[in-house]
């Protein structure tokens, strides 16, 4: 079964240093999701892509995080520099994303991030 | 913020059925109920979802009230597997629209 794949699992970083993640999704899924899951709460959607371009970034905290998705496949979320407050779980979700029918959104694994 | 309010956490014997409900009061016509859940350590997991008539699939039902301003999912057998978060979400049905997590239900199935 295709799963998104996400990369590392696990990081810890110390304050003010860069941190960057990695998300594979499933092939052919054209809508690309990064969300934040503070610890004990649901997940928040950082940022969405439809296949290179950005949909909707309005949570994204753009002083220090950035997003791309180049070649409208894999895609690549960065912190710089992390503060103590970005401790979480970053999850990448992906969808087929077509207009006239419902597909769900398949989530990774995520990766945690611990700053110090 | 979330238009559903969940209670914050339930437990069930395992192999009885365990009912969450979920409020939705402000649903709007386009709106659709949504289920995830979340097992610990992995990310969140399509369930089911409904507009009006009660659903089933493979891993739950789906009692969405006449009104629509309530739901319930319903596992019918509980395995200790369940053991999870279990989100209600309300959205547009595109699936271009995004989701928005409430702080959900943490289910414990009971041995």
């Known amino acids: 079964e295709a799963e998104v794949a996400q990369s590392p699992r696990y990081k810890i970083t110390e304050k003010s240093q860069a941190v960057a993640f990695w998300c594979d999704p499933i092939s052919g899924h054209a809508t690309l999701y990064w969300y934040r899951q503070i610890l004990g709460q649901g997940p928040e959607l950082l940022v969405q892509f439809q296949d290179e371009s950005v949909v909707d970034d309005s949570q994204l905290p753009k002083d220090r995080f950035s997003a791309e998705r180049l070649k409208g496949v894999d895609s690549t979320l960065k912190i710089q520099p992390a503060e103590l407050g970005d401790s979480a779980m970053y999850l990448c979700a992906s969808s087929l994303a077509l207009a006239t029918t419902y597909n769900e959104q398949f989530f990774g694994p995520g990766t945690r991030l611990t700053v110090l | 913020d979330a238009k559903t309010t969940q209670p914050t956490s339930m437990d069930c014997a395992e192999g009885r059925a365990a009912n969450l409900p979920c409020n939705h009061s402000?649903?709007?016509?386009?709106?659709?109920v949504y289920w995830y859940r979340q097992i610990h350590s992995q990310g969140p997991q399509y369930i089911i979802h409904g507009l009006k008539n009660n659903e089933t699939n493979e891993m739950a039902s789906l009692i969405i009230t006449e009104d629509r301003k309530s739901s319930t999912l319903i596992l019918p057998h509980a395995t200790l597997r369940d053991t999870a978060v279990y989100y209600c979400?309300?959205?547009?049905?595109?699936?271009?629209?995004?989701?928005?997590f409430g702080s959900g239900t943490r289910l414990s199935i009971r041995p």
């Open positions: 402000t649903i709007s016509g386009n709106e659709y």
């Open positions: 979400i309300v959205r547009p049905y595109s699936s271009a629209s995004k989701i928005i």
